[in-house]
């Protein structure tokens, strides 16, 4: 049979890359999943606090947008290097409150005293995600979300961080939305998924364009 020539780049399409996320977090390899997409986690073994003490000596300092994609970008490119043929997705996420950036905290008495500076103000989620292939970025996409906490009493706090135990340790905010810690909040503005450190839509858009994914 004799195709005709506009048919014969359908016959011999590429397979789709295989997907890595670089990293071994819980809330976005289920992300991935319910989406259904296949892919691997690896863990980056990227430094991130090394990662943010140069990137604060940086032009961009004050652009906590970039830093989110700066982690994000190192986490996509460090599992890139041993695995070239695969796109791989890197993201993270910073918390900024009246200008000043947080990290996740170290034990539950820092937990309490960042609910305390959170209390009856509006902080920023920064969730950075990079595509990397081949050892290059090919992709990058950055959204904030903004969440106004309540002005809850020292009762509440104490209830909810006996409840909620040491998982309060795992978010930089010190809440999961899908928990008790929705019950910190008064207003959220922004996606669901930015909240959660993946900006799922934008990705999905993205893997699709590459042929990672169906259309």
């Not at 670089?22 to 606090?49: D, T």
């Not at 996509?76 to 996740?104: F, H, M, R, T």
């Not at 810690?181 to 364009?209: C, M, S």
């Given at each position: 049979?004799?195709?005709?020539?506009?048919?014969?780049?359908?016959?011999?399409?590429?397979?789709?890359?295989?997907?890595?996320?670089?990293?071994?977090?819980?809330?976005?390899?289920?992300?991935?999943?319910?989406?259904?997409?296949?892919?691997?986690?690896?863990?980056?073994?990227?430094?991130?606090?090394?990662?943010?003490?140069?990137?604060?000596?940086?032009?961009?300092?004050?652009?906590?947008?970039?830093?989110?994609?700066?982690?994000?970008?190192?986490?996509?490119?460090?599992?890139?290097?041993?695995?070239?043929?695969?796109?791989?997705?890197?993201?993270?996420?910073?918390?900024?409150?009246?200008?000043?950036?947080?990290?996740?905290p170290r034990d539950m008495a820092q937990a309490r005293a960042n609910l305390q500076t959170f209390r009856a103000r509006a902080h920023v989620l920064h969730s950075g995600v990079a595509l990397a292939q081949g050892g290059e970025i090919v992709w990058r996409h950055a959204d904030q979300a903004s969440l106004t906490m309540r002005d809850f009493g020292e009762v509440f706090l104490d209830a909810y961080l006996k409840a909620v135990g040491e998982k309060v340790l795992s978010s930089v905010g010190c809440y999961q939305l899908e928990g008790p810690g929705v019950q910190l909040f008064e207003k959220i503005e922004g996606d669901y998924f930015t909240i959660l450190g993946l900006p799922l839509l934008p990705l999905l858009a993205e893997l699709r364009k590459r042929g990672a994914i169906a259309r």
């Amino acid at each position: 049979m004799i195709f005709p020539m506009a048919l014969i780049p359908l016959l011999h399409k590429s397979p789709a890359p295989p997907l890595i996320l670089a990293s071994a977090s819980k809330v976005r390899g289920a992300l991935l999943r319910n989406a259904g997409l296949e892919f691997e986690a690896r863990e980056s073994g990227v430094n991130e606090a090394q990662l943010k003490i140069e990137f604060a000596k940086s032009p961009d300092a004050q652009n906590i947008d970039a830093l989110a994609l700066k982690l994000a970008e190192a986490k996509a490119l460090a599992v890139s290097a041993n695995a070239p043929e695969a796109l791989v997705i890197g993201a993270d996420q910073i918390l900024s409150c009246n200008g000043k950036a947080y990290d996740k905290p170290r034990d539950m008495a820092q937990a309490r005293a960042n609910l305390q500076t959170f209390r009856a103000r509006a902080h920023v989620l920064h969730s950075g995600v990079a595509l990397a292939q081949g050892g290059e970025i090919v992709w990058r996409h950055a959204d904030q979300a903004s969440l106004t906490m309540r002005d809850f009493g020292e009762v509440f706090l104490d209830a909810y961080l006996k409840a909620v135990g040491e998982k309060v340790l795992s978010s930089v905010g010190c809440y999961q939305l899908e928990g008790p810690g929705v019950q910190l909040f008064e207003k959220i503005e922004g996606d669901y998924f930015t909240i959660l450190g993946l900006p799922l839509l934008p990705l999905l858009a993205e893997l699709r364009k590459r042929g990672a994914i169906a259309r």
